[in-house]
């Protein structure tokens, strides 16, 4: 299947990029820098524990309201209000990768920690990223021709108890024909194109391998941090970040028409990935140092590729696909409507690059 080529690709990836720290990283170790007033491990402990607690609660919320509205008539995937709140989303996911993870990786990338030779005489984070978006354009591609070979011929309808669905093409299909089907099924998207829901799956499916890389690397370095006045800033910004990066991705979740059981495996996993990472940056915590050149290559080089990916799917994918639609074009004023939540999403979470 899909999911588990890309979730193959996920770890070759991160093992490249352990056996890439332990060929290249020939500083020794880098302190830790000046005694700073904010360094307190007694006092970052209950923050850790509250930032773990926090975070999942407002991913939960996040990433469930697209899919516990589907009985709101005015929430529904057919609806303008749909659009606008998921063209917010898209706004946020683009911001993190362009303000919070891409600037980290460079940050990382190119600190005085690392030897001059090579990690300053070449831009690994922009390289790492560029090839991250390519490599996620061809998972994306060849995802795509995957599931449409796989069913050819017929006609994908939303998944049931019984998973996947299909019913064959009556006649041509040119002829203006429509298929029809009954069970017990509610919601609007009945009747949705069959191409449009493969490539719906294929998009929530890749976009929930960026936000989990991510969100593992921002929970290990929150938990592994004993600057209060950093972890207090991080708190709140996580959470509104995870908010409505979890409502981008329960809108994607929500048009694949998964059944129940993917639909809550997909939101659980991106829920507790975040406070994931924290808790084992509290246990790696005696061990990682966030200055020596191991944690410094390894961290900002899965930072440059989530960048690249996030980027790619907020552009591509979300933002492009719905721009692009047949919605969209037909309504100017939706357009404008959604511009504006674009805007506002990645300019408020543009913002919080000041505390995070």
């Not at 516990?68 to 996911?93: E, M």
């Not at 659980?268 to 200055?291: H, M, Q, R, S």
């Not at 721009?323 to 357009?335: D, V, W």
């Not at 511009?339 to 543009?350: C, H, I, Q």
Request: some cysteine; overall charge neutral.
């Amino acid at each position: 299947m899909t999911s588990s080529k890309v979730a193959l690709f996920s770890i070759f990836f991160i093992l490249l990029c352990n056996f890439s720290v332990q060929v290249l990283s020939v500083v020794e170790d880098c302190g830790a820098g000046e005694n700073d007033s904010c360094i307190d491990k007694k006092k970052a402990l209950p923050l850790k524990i509250i930032a773990i607690f926090s975070i999942l609660i407002a991913s939960i919320i996040g990433v469930g309201l697209p899919l516990v509205t589907r009985s709101i008539p005015a929430l529904s995937p057919d609806r303008d209000l749909f659009v606008i709140v998921k063209a917010f989303a898209a706004g946020i996911i683009l911001a993190t990768g362009f303000m919070h993870v891409l600037p980290d990786s460079f940050d990382m990338l190119s600190s005085s920690c690392l030897k001059e030779n090579p990690w300053h005489k070449f831009p690994f984070t922009g390289f790492v990223a560029m090839l991250s978006a390519i490599v996620t354009l061809m998972i994306d591609s060849m995802a795509t021709s995957f599931y449409s070979k796989k069913n050819k011929g017929g006609v994908v309808l939303p998944e049931s108890r019984g998973g996947d669905h299909e019913m064959a093409v009556a006649g041509g299909g040119d002829g203006g024909e429509h298929s029809h089907f009954h069970g017990h099924h509610h919601g609007p998207k009945m009747g949705v194109d069959g191409s449009q829901l493969l490539r719906y799956r294929v998009i929530a499916m890749v976009l929930e391998l960026g936000i989990i890389v991510h969100s593992v690397v921002i929970g290990l370095s929150l938990g592994a941090s004993n600057n209060t006045c950093t972890i207090k800033g991080l708190v709140a910004a996580l959470c509104f970040h995870q908010m409505f990066e979890g409502m981008g991705l329960g809108g994607c979740i929500l048009q694949a028409e998964y059944n129940f059981v993917k639909k809550a495996a997909m939101a659980f996993f991106f829920a507790v990935t975040t406070p994931f990472g924290i808790a084992l940056g509290l246990a790696l915590a005696a061990t990682y140092k966030e200055n020596s050149p191991r944690s410094l290559i390894t961290v900002g080089l899965l930072n440059a590729s989530s960048a690249g990916l996030l980027i790619y799917m907020a552009l591509v994918d979300l933002l492009a696909s719905d721009f692009m639609g047949q919605k969209l074009q037909g309504s100017i004023k939706l357009q404008l409507k959604s511009f504006a939540a674009v805007l506002l999403g990645a300019g408020g979470m543009s913002l919080m690059a000041k505390w995070a």
